[in-house]
């Protein structure tokens, strides 16, 4: 079977630096994507990493290492509009099969003033 | 161009019985994906359709049911209701079976009592 595990919870402050970590087990594994969710909203794409590196998109940058089935989003000069869930997901699948995206349980992360 | 819409955005149903949650994907989409949400938990995948065929399914029973029609739009069906079927139900809809960015609507709330 599949599993994602991320911490449930994070707390920083404002102007910070935080990293949220996604460990994962799978079979036909393709990339990993990160969502956003404010409360009472829909989930918002955020990165995708399928090879092993470092993705930079503004504010946000996320790695993955293949290898060590891990990979982690990076949030700088955090803002208080960032204090919302953010979701790992494994795009997954076996051969013939279609893809399909795997969640994590999501990380709450709280940005104080 | 516009967004993922879905319809209702709340609904009470009573154990037993049926319902039908529906979702137009964003224009040009041709993938659907549906998923459950608990509260304070990840996305959970139900099945996919690409080309009005189901091609990927998660671990749920048959009572959920879907359909994909030629203008995109998708109906998620759930029979025989029960309690812990309450939750939020997302489409989300990507161009090709399934990308790794995938476009949510913003969820319908359902409520089993």
């Known amino acids: 079977g599949q599993s994602l595990e991320q911490p449930s919870e994070v707390t920083a402050v404002e102007g910070a630096i935080v990293q949220i970590n996604c460990t994962y087990q799978?079979?036909?594994?393709?990339?990993l994507s990160w969502y956003q969710q404010h409360d009472g909203g829909a989930p918002t794409f955020l990165s995708y990493?399928?090879?092993?590196g470092l993705e930079e998109t503004g504010r946000f940058s996320s790695f993955l290492s293949r290898s060590d089935s891990y990979g982690y989003l990076l949030l700088q000069e955090l803002q208080m509009k960032d204090s919302a869930s953010y979701f790992c997901?494994?795009?997954?699948?076996?051969?013939?099969?279609?893809?399909?995206?795997?969640f994590g349980s999501g990380t709450q992360l709280t940005v104080l003033p | 161009e516009t967004g993922v819409t879905q319809s209702p955005t709340h609904l009470i149903k009573t154990r037993g019985q049926q319902v039908t949650l529906r979702c137009s994907s964003q224009?040009?989409?041709?993938?659907v994906s549906w998923y459950q949400q608990a509260l304070g938990q990840g996305p959970q995948f139900i099945f996919q359709?690409?080309?009005?065929?189901?091609?990927g399914r998660g671990n749920f029973p048959p009572r959920f049911s879907g359909l994909q029609f030629p203008n995109y739009s998708s109906e998620l069906n759930v029979n025989a209701l029960e309690l812990d079927d309450s939750a939020l139900y997302l489409c989300?809809?990507?161009?090709?079976?399934?990308?790794?960015?995938?476009?949510f609507g913003p969820g319908t709330r359902l409520t089993v009592t």
């Open positions: 359709y690409y080309r009005e065929e189901e091609n």
């Open positions: 799978t079979s036909g594994f393709y990339g």
């Open positions: 997901a494994v795009r997954e699948g076996t051969s013939g099969s279609a893809r399909q995206l795997t």
């Open positions: 990493n399928a090879l092993d």
């Open positions: 224009s040009g989409h041709n993938t």
């Open positions: 989300a809809s990507s161009l090709d079976s399934p990308s790794y960015e995938q476009y």
